[in-house]
């Protein structure tokens, strides 16, 4: 088991759940859409949100951000180690260092000279983009990137600082999972998952799932943030999700839907998606509940029979069950008002 670090009051590691991290995408300029930004995460489930801390200016922004949320902040500094001193100053919960570009070993244990003083918990993050060579297969890249993260640990270990989550990112599953595995091998720190600069939406969504739902799956990982090139609210909608689908939190009532065949009488696309609307509205959602729509009576209750209750089209109507029991026949054109009724009714 991961060692429990504390992030403000948020702790990892240990025994405690998978942590959300967003991060605010906003220029920082733009403080107020910064700020909602930042509120839009925390609604959305994030339970840390990272923000990039890169000149003195960013203090302000920092201690007016605190003011605005809830949920622990982590500065992300690079190259210049004085922001990191500004960032706890500014009362931030947390660092994340760059070992690939904060690495002059006196200034790297002045700084956790300060973290441990104010209980500041320090993220090694280490980055393949961060390294000026190339490597000739995943493993290779995968061996480096656990060897800095570790001789950077060490570092932070010597000065008895132990408050420290590690993340190990490339834009590619397998050194991402690799690297995530090396490391662990060795230490039990909280990792932080992610595969980075991910690519457009659908390739970021499969690369993300792949990344950190092989490590899951495997017992690795602490916190997750999923990383798109796309809003900051769908990356974490996105984690939430791969956190769900396999079983380690439950956020949201889960819709299961047939993928449709010559046996479909009805538009189920269109049906699934203005259900989906629907059932985002309701307040009792985040209550654990599957739902299956289908296209056909045939198989649809059979083909949906994990889920809590279904609905499965026919000739112009709907048949709405339990498991395998039929609790109501319904027009075509009520059943998602008679589907929704009924879920109404299983959440009470
Ligand atoms: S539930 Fe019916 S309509 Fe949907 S895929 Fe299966 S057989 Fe086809």
Redesign the pocket.
Known sequence: MSRKVNIGKVSLGGKNPVRIVGMVKTPSKEIKKLVKEAQVLEREGAEIIRIAFKEKKDVQIAKILKKEINVPLVADIHFNWELAFLAMEAGLEGIRLNPLNIYKKNKVREIIAEAKKRKVAVRVGVNSGGFKKEFSSPLKLAKEMAKVASDYVKILEEEGFFDIIVSLKTSEVKSTVLANRIFSQRFNYPLQLGVTATGPYLEGVVKSSMGAGILLFQGLGDALRVSLTGSSKEEVRIAKTILQFLGIRNFFAEIIS???????KVDLIKIVEKFKKEIEKMDEVSLPIKIAI???V???PG?AYQADIGL?FGEKRGTIFKKNRIIKITKEDRAIKDLLEEVRNALQ
């Open positions: 047939c993928p449709t065949c010559g046996r479909c289908m296209g056909c045939v198989n649809g083909e499965a």
